[in-house]
DNA sequence: CGCTAGCTTGAATGACGTCAAAGCGAGTGG
DNA sequence: CCACTCGCTTTGACGTCATTCAAGCTAGCG
């Protein structure tokens, strides 16, 4: 009954309304909880599409998914990365801004937007929640504007060092995503990350023991390439 | 009694403490009115500096501010222009993650964050508010991250477009800020800056009748230029 | 074993930064 | 009123770094 249809950007919302498990309360963030269902996403299966009606907020479960703009020549701008517990979906206006995919097989807690929305207009916990929520990702994408103008291997050293305290052990880290999405996030070409993480390799950095597994050799080189910035 | 130092960088919080004209009620936006007294700012002049204590939230009334980050390497990040009716200081933390001054004479209106805060722990609607001042400047946030992968023609096109739309006319915008303050916010060098609106004056885009006025002679070209993404 | 998609590597191009010098304009003092 | 000066801006020559274009390589899979 249902085909994949994934590429029309909604067939994952019908899913969603078809879902008939009952509702568990979940936690979106903090405190307060909210009725939420579990949804399972297959790798690059689209979540929601910009432009589209915003009527879920979501929050991983486990897996990945990216969020992205796509600019006018096709290029495509990675927003960012969201792992376990990690809440998107969440805008100022009542359109999607953003698309939203998965980057491997994940699973979602899907809460109704309308529900999140209610709560916080009666409840300032909720709203201060939202707040704290939005004021994060804020950060976050400042961090990204600074971190924009700086040298390829140094936004890859950052980015690595990011990935490893969220997804990786004290040694090691496994890449959820390709060279493209790593590209797209870092407003780099793919040729330019491979490069650079040959070049990290060569100094004895980081050891590439397959494609997709990255074993930190010198985190200090990385960090002091990462170089966060100060005042 | 109040000497100028303003590189101290606390010297104008004393001044506004020491500010004894009975505050009066403003809007910080929207619906709302909380207490505020006004304070005024010479060109260059800080209003508050990294890594301070987030005691009050700005509001401009008249003049420009300038928000921005101090790089390791001493290189300046301007995150954001601030015009007339703009909010400015509102932030996540209890402590500054950016720097204020003044780009030319300035008047702020100055609320207590403490009276701003409590507000909205019992009034969801004040809530509310913080929340859509957060994300439209996330908003702008993220389209400064798109911009960043552009070329530097396209950034300057788009900034004036910006701009002009802001404090301009229908024909012609006055630039309040430096070169180097339009470099630092488009991530530029002010060659580059330079170099640029000379290409756009060449190709009869523009003309500097004054290196601070420029009168738009063919929008149409800026906006093709400025090009905003799209899917 | 060969195919394909994703990844890596190399060489050439191009955009922006760097360094250097000259131009311009507003304020100052003669 | 004019010459001088200082800071900002513009312009030029050149270097650097990331992209582009073009092969090759590798791993997973039929």
């Known amino acids: 009954m249902l085909t994949a249809c994934s590429t029309i950007g909604v067939a994952h919302e019908e899913r969603i309304d078809a879902c008939h498990s009952a509702p568990r309360s979940e936690q979106l963030s903090g ?4 009725p939420a269902v579990v949804m399972s996403y297959a790798a690059d299966e689209r979540v929601f599409g910009q432009g589209m009606p915003r009527r879920f907020v979501y929050k ?3 897996g990945v998914v990216r969020t992205f703009t796509l600019l006018g020549d096709g290029r495509r701008q990675i927003d960012a990365f969201h792992f376990p517990d990690d ?3 969440l805008e100022l206006n009542d359109d ?5 995919e998965a980057v491997a097989a994940t699973q979602l807690l ?7 929305d209610r709560a916080a207009e009666n409840n300032c916990a909720m709203a201060q929640e939202l707040l704290s929520l ?4 804020l950060e976050r994408t400042r961090a990204q504007v600074v ?18 305290s969220r997804v990786g052990t004290e040694t090691s880290v496994d890449l959820p995503m390709s060279r493209y999405d790593i590209a797209d996030y870092l407003g780099l070409t793919i040729e330019t990350v491979s490069r650079m993480l040959s070049e990290l390799e060569r100094i004895d950095a980081i050891v590439l023991t397959t494609t997709r597994h990255i074993v930190f050799r010198d ?7 990462s170089n966060p910035p100060m005042g």
């Open 60 to 62: 991983v479960k486990s």
């Open 87 to 89: 809440v998107f979906g």
């Open 31 to 34: 405190t307060g909880t909210v």
């Open 110 to 116: 899907v809460f109704q937007r309308s529900l999140i």
């Open 96 to 100: 999607h801004s953003l698309s939203a």
């Open 134 to 137: 939005t004021g994060r990702t």
């Open 219 to 225: 985190r200090v080189k990385l960090t002091v390439l």
């Open 147 to 164: 971190l924009s103008r700086r040298s390829a291997i140094e936004r890859l050293a950052n980015f690595l060092l990011n990935l490893g």
